[in-house]
């Protein structure tokens, strides 16, 4: 049983905003809530959308059967649709007809779309029409990372509001608390809230990402390690070493991002902005990497870049990052011989 309002870190001025709206009757029928993905967005709408059914109190009281089912996902007074594969095609906006068309005692109903901006153009027509004369009591919230990818028509009769990623603020409220979860597991171990600075930094403000860091932090040891055996010019890794690391393009993904995060930061130092840096914690490795001249640390940093194209592109991954490898040590061998030149 709970108030799905207090389960949402930051974003205070856009909830106050909404439920005042609500509570003042003039929330508008459609709204769009923009922002970066993983941010609390879908959190807001399904917040948003308990407020609106709570059959006892303003915003929500957390505790009626209306609220536990939006809670739940249960409640029959609320239609979500997201899209499956790559878009949301028509079939998945039709049944908001029959959904509205229902009789429902509810003090209101709610449709949320999430990734709003995936609607291939029939589902967006067929949206279209329901927006445009929307019934009473019937809300529509749509989120989107990419507004300039919904149609201008769609844009036009929905309210747009903006979410900004979360604070630093935020996500250190966020971070101690998941720190004295851990530690509740872990009996006896001192928590250190100064180390995992590095975890607040590299979410660049979304609590997806600050999950899946946290989640990672072994493979992102592990990444960095191969990188730093790899700038050392050291056998840089076994093949079985590497499949396991890469096993997935997901987690691949992920050490590529560790690699782009960690030369950035030493570019970062090496002009002299290291207040910047994100993975503080990983001084050694960047006094390594420091040693490198500035332009061998873009070079990497552009091939990280392709790396992850290649990734995206379902390159094999284990393949990609073999790859990756062989370019690094030539790029090496070239300096090493230039450097052998000029000496
Ligand atoms: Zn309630």
Redesign the pocket.
Known sequence: MAQLLNSIYGHQSQLKKLLDAKKNKHLPHALLFAGPSGIGRKKAAWALAQSLL???QHP?????S??INVEREKSQDILFIQPEGLYIKVESIRPISRFLALQSFAPARVIIIDSAHQMNPQAANSLLKTLEEPPENVYFILISSHLSSLPVTIRSRVQILRFLPLGAKDLHIVMKMSQKEEQKKITGEESQPESLEWMVKASQGSMDNFEKWRENKDVREQAFNLLKRAVRGEESYTFGELSDLVKNREQALFVCLCWQQILRDACMIKLNSAGSVIHQDQKKFLNVLETLPFGTLNTFFQKTMELEQDLKGYLDSVLAFDNLFFQLRQLQKKENNQMEKRG
Request: charged share 30%; aromatic share 0%.
């Open positions: 709570c059959e006892k929500a009281c957390g505790e009626c209306s609220c």
